[in-house]
């Protein structure tokens, strides 16, 4: 493919608001969905993630700020809306560091077998949901 | 080889894309080890995680090279996803250009002051 005069299929019968809500998606198009949101996630909150690695090591009384906007709040947001977006982020970086393995797996393995792709794919959300709520009951206090 | 000049040059997409995809992944494997470097050391610290343990864990030289490669390596890594996820659903050629300039101006920002924290220690 060489030039973009090739044309390519294109289906536009397909509608996002009532076709796709309906169609069942296999456990690896999940997987590669929430690939991209968790990415797009962490994208777009990276200025948060830099300024919890900013005020978590710059120095002692930063740390303490660092600690205090989980347990008393930022600001006018509370501690517990802080926890939550930590914990999304924890979400995605587990998930898309999973999936991101996975990928790599199947490309130096060339495991792509029907079969492969539906069990890691399982896998990979077991993982990921599993450990988020295990670093989640953490990150609340449950243990 | 795509035609790079004239009435039918291409000037969307990512026409080189063998090197962004290796790029992906090879960036991606540096941040998985760095990941299991730092969960190890804060995993094999015993008690409460203090300031002086985790500032510790970033303080030597070694650290803070490989930290350093892995924002790049981030950077890298996330460009070439969030231009993929703006190709794939924005056709709008003017409107995608805005968003990719808007990509870049918000990592290399991110990258400046994350390479600021980290050389400051």
């Known amino acids: ?34 690939h991209r949101i968790s990415g797009l996630l962490m994208f777009l909150l990276l200025p948060f993630i830099i300024w919890m690695f900013d005020t978590s090591i710059s120095s002692e009384i930063s740390f303490a700020k660092f600690s205090a906007a989980f347990n008393v709040g930022l600001g006018f ?23 991101g393995i996975r990928h790599v797996y199947m490309d130096v393995c060339h495991a792509v077998t029907k079969e492969f792709g539906k069990s890691s ?16 009951a953490k990150l609340f206090g449950l243990y | 080889m795509s035609v790079n000049y004239g009435s039918k040059r291409v000037v969307v997409g990512a026409h080189y894309g063998l090197r962004d995809w290796l790029a992906q992944r090879i960036t991606g494997v540096l941040m998985v080890l760095f990941t299991l470097a730092v969960l190890g050391q804060v995993l094999l610290t015993s008690g409460d995680i ?5 500032a510790g864990i970033f303080s ?62």
């Open chain 1, 77 to 99: 947001v509370p501690g517990v809306l802080v926890k939550l977006v930590a914990l999304a982020l924890i979400w995605a970086y587990l998930h898309h560091m999973i999936a």
């Open chain 2, 50 to 54: 203090s300031y002086d343990k985790w």
């Open chain 1, 1 to 34: 493919m060489t030039q973009l005069a090739k044309k390519r299929p294109e289906f536009r019968n397909i509608n996002a608001l009532t076709d796709l809500p309906s169609y069942r998606l296999p456990a690896a198009g999940i997987v590669s969905i929430l």
């Open chain 1, 121 to 136: 794919a399982v896998a990979t959300l077991v993982l990921s949901l599993g450990l988020t709520a295990a670093l989640g």
């Open chain 2, 60 to 121: 030597t030289q070694f650290m803070k090279a490989l930290t350093f490669s892995v924002f790049i390596a981030l950077a890298i890594h996330v460009w070439v996803g969030v231009r993929d996820i703006w190709m794939d659903y924005v056709k709008a050629v003017g409107l995608r250009l805005v968003l990719q300039v808007f990509t870049l101006v918000w990592l290399v920002s991110c990258l400046g002051w994350a390479i600021q924290v980290l050389w400051r220690l």
